[in-house]
Structure formats: structure tokens, C-alpha cells
């Protein structure tokens, strides 16, 4: 399995289910009389990240995987949606570059070195950044994501959660 | 990238790193003087599944993927625990189960095809089926209970999320 397999195409679907869950929350929001956007700022504990920022990280952790992986420079975002559809247009444009990368640009991603900053006089292996690190890291704000939409009485459920499977027909 | 690397050690880990989540949780209870296997009940929606059941749920993912992805039949838990002793057991049991495998286990798994009741007249070949399922419904079900724990006020942290890297000395 190339690491290409094993990130891009689940990432950008997953963060495709995930502007389906924000509708879903949207549907909700108007269906209980209250402003969509106060979603954005709901959390589950006092000193956790608000919904907004678990979305802002889920697309960094899927940006920084790709483009460390093909030892590319990733595009900035300055993190400063407020609203449903300003965090929508982040989900579409993190989409759109994981749409950019193809198998040739992880052609050396498995034992490339990938340095980080906080990771000091060390460094990690491309296969073991993917494991241990951006996929962890990819699904811990995915997953928060989708717990604070479900805590706060939206219909999101495991189907929309897992989304569409490369399925093949029995022969 | 084999399979057998995307999967069992990762899984491995982070189940210990779940176990150290819950004697988090032991230690929350003890200081806020409540019985600890309180929290095995708690949950962040009513229609939603408890912690107990998530660590259930999270053990048995990585148990049927590396069962499924080797051809081999997982053991059966009858998913009866009601104690904080009884949920650690469960996940000490786990995480033996998949020491018990190596890379040659695993010399198949990529094109193999997975067969699951639900699919109905379909299949779903071995790196889709990880990659879509396996991984996905495991870090559902692990960052849930982690949620559900950070949502009663346990300290637990990212890093107790991510656990230990396996990390390289810069030459």
C-alpha cells in the first residue's frame, strides 16, 4: 500500500462527510429557531477547542500530511472563520489542495525524514509520521468534530461518518 | 507500506494509551470522591453509546482487523463488563491478541477480499477495507471515549492521545 493510498483519498473524503455533518447541523440550527453559527463555538469541556477550531485543525492535520509527505510547502491559512460558511469555504479549499496531489508526489514519502519544530534534535519517518502522528492527530479533530455536532442534538450518525466505501462486486 | 505496519502497532498503542485515559479517570473519581465505574455509563447524548460500549467497540475494530485483514477468526467477547477492572481486562486482552501477529501474517491482506455480512452482494478488498472501516470506526470509537472522559472533567491531554513516537536521532 503506497502512503498515498493510505491518506489523501480518506482524508478529503472525510473532510467531505464533515461539511455534511455542519449541514446537518445547519438543518438542526433552523429547525430549533437558533443562529447555526453559535454551533461554532460550542465545546465539550470548558478548556477544549470550540467546534471551530477542531474543523481548522482536522483540515491543518490532512494539509500538513500531504504536503510534508510530497515535501511541499503547504498553503497558509490565517485561521479566522467566524461563520458556517466562512468554515465551509476552508473545508472546500483544503479539499481542493488534497485534489492537487496525485501517487508521483509520494514517491519517496515512506522514508523521507519529516523534522518538526517541537520534535527537537530528532526526526520521523514519513510511514511512521502517517501512523503514529498525522492520522491520529487527523481523526482525534474529526471524530471531536462530530462529538460536539452529536452532543449538541444534531442528526449526524455512524453512516455519515464513514460516508461512501470502495466496494467491489462479488463474482 | 505493509498493512500489517498501518495497522497492529499503532492499535496496540494507542489501546495502552486508552487504558492510561482510564486510570485518568480513576484518579478523577477518587479525588471528586465518586465511584469510578460511574464513568463507564456516561455519554455525551442520550441515543448515544455509553463509554463502556465505546471501549468495547474499540477493541473489537482492531481485533476483526487484524483477524479480517490475516484470515484469521477474531476470539469472541461477549461484551459483559461493567467495571472499571473488567473494561481493562478487556483491553489487556486486546492488546495481547494483536501481539500476537507479525508482518507475515499479513502477506495477503492488501488484495484480499473482506467479506462482511452487511455488504450485502459486495466485497471490499483488504487496504480499502483499513483504510476506509477498520481505521476510521477504531479512532471513532477511541477519540469518543477520550471525549466522553475530557467531557466528566478527566485530565486527560492531547499528548496522552497521541502516546509514544517512534522517532530517529538527526544524523
Known amino acids: 500500500m503506497s502512503l498515498y493510498e ?19 447541523g445547519v438543518a438542526h440550527a433552523k429547525n430549533k429557531s437558533f443562529e447555526p453559527d453559535v454551533l461554532l463555538q460550542s465545546r465539550l469541556a470548558p478548556d477544549q477547542w470550540p467546534l471551530v477550531r477542531q474543523i481548522q485543525s482536522a483540515c491543518d492535520a490532512a494539509k500538513f500530511a500531504a504536503a510534508r509527505l510530497s515535501g511541499k510547502e503547504a498553503p497558509k491559512h490565517p ?13 472546500t479549499s483544503t479539499v481542493q489542495y488534497l485534489g492537487s496531489f496525485g501517487e508521483k508526489d509520494f514517491a519517496d514519502a515512506s522514508n523521507r525524514n519529516i523534522d518538526l519544530p517541537f520534535l527537537e534534535g530528532n526526526t520521523i519517518l514519513g510511514k511512521d509520521y502517517l501512523n503514529e502522528m498525522a492520522l491520529p492527530n487527523f481523526y482525534f ?10 452532543h449538541d442534538g444534531v442528526q449526524v450518525g455512524k453512516r455519515d461518518f464513514i460516508g461512501s466505501l470502495k466496494l467491489q462486486e462479488k463474482s
Chains 1, 2 share one sequence.
Do not use: F, G
Not at 493510505?6 to 446537518?24: C, F, G, Y
Open 141 to 150: 479533530h474529526v471524530v471531536t468534530s462530530y462529538a460536539i455536532l452529536r
Open 6 to 24: 493510505a491518506s489523501v483519498p480518506q482524508m478529503k473524503k472525510t473532510l467531505e462527510n464533515l461539511d455534511r455533518w455542519i449541514e446537518l
Open 79 to 91: 485561521d479566522e472563520e467566524k461563520t458556517v460558511a466562512e468554515i465551509r469555504q476552508r473545508i
